[in-house]
């Protein structure tokens, strides 16, 4: 029988990829959206089901999981990812879900000064409270963040507020990957947590420095704090980027980064996702077009 997944978050970077993921490994897949666009309206020529809703909204979130045998559950970083875990959990259980495959952060954990990053570490424990068969993951920043940097790459500085730390980019092609594989076949990685790393560890300026290789013009890099970054973004149509929560985030995680949290390489990628990871410099280039036009 062709499993029935949920995917939620299904019009953001990851949570595309992993329903073209799904619907090439022959499943069924429905996918959660908080409004119906060209977004929604590809997956559905995809062959996804569309099912719209609200992660905040308990009815919505149980009919949606209603004859599935697994999903994967992504919040954004912003206001609501405890009531939403805790619907989500109990709407699972009751839905009798055979693997939740949870989207968490490389830097949840009870310690963090970031709300967003300790929020995320506490809808961990409700997961795992609630006896619903969980895994979860812990990517360190995504590749596709530097497609949100577009504007400050054409005007030749990227204005961030990290330092000298490193981590490895992990692109979101490689995370459908993982997450597809667990969904199909869960049986191994029920209540893992796995921290999911890219190829290789840069620091930003050294990402500046691959995206400039790529366009062919210099790209700088500049440190500035997160609430000058804020100040930045003011005018963004992003609604993400117009909470405190977001910026406070990025304050801590910049302290995180600059200490390490996010470094790291391991083989969990190729291991579970059958694939080596892609490299930031073929990620680039993949995407070279957003970066001129």
Do not use: C
């Amino acid at each position: 029988m062709r499993k029935q997944v949920l995917v939620t978050g299904s019009t953001g970077a990851t949570g595309s990829k992993t329903v073209k993921s799904l619907i090439d490994a022959g499943a069924r897949v429905r996918a959660f959206v908080h409004r119906e666009d060209e977004r929604s309206a590809a997956l559905a020529a995809q062959g996804a089901e569309i099912v719209r809703g609200d992660l905040l909204d308990f009815e919505a979130v149980r009919a949606a999981l209603e004859g599935t045998q697994g999903a994967y559950f992504v919040y954004p970083v912003m206001p609501g990812i405890l009531q939403a875990t805790a619907y989500f959990a109990q709407a699972a259980k009751e839905a009798a879900i055979e693997i939740v495959v949870n989207m968490s952060q490389i830097s949840a954990r009870r310690e963090a000064k970031s709300h967003a990053a300790q929020d995320h570490w506490i809808s961990e424990q409700i997961f795992n409270w609630s006896g619903v068969p969980v895994t979860h993951l812990r990517p360190t920043l995504f590749a596709e963040w530097a497609l949100y940097w577009t504007d400050l790459i054409k005007a030749g500085t990227l204005r961030l507020p990290f330092g000298t730390g490193k981590h490895a980019p992990i692109a979101a092609e490689d995370q459908a990957r993982v997450i597809t594989k667990i969904l199909l076949a869960p049986d191994e990685h029920k209540g893992k947590v796995y921290p999911l790393y890219g190829e290789k560890e840069y620091t930003f300026p050294e990402i500046a420095t691959e995206i400039a290789k790529v366009i062919g013009k210099p790209v700088g890099y500049e440190q500035v704090d997160a609430w000058t970054l804020k100040k930045m973004a003011a005018n963004s149509p992003r609604e993400i980027l117009r909470t405190d929560t977001i910026w406070q985030h990025f304050a801590e995680i910049a302290k995180d980064h600059q200490n390490g949290v996010f470094a790291g390489t391991n083989d969990l990628i190729e291991k579970i996702g059958g694939k080596r990871p892609i490299g930031l410099a073929e990620f680039l280039e993949a995407n070279r077009s957003a970066f001129l036009s």
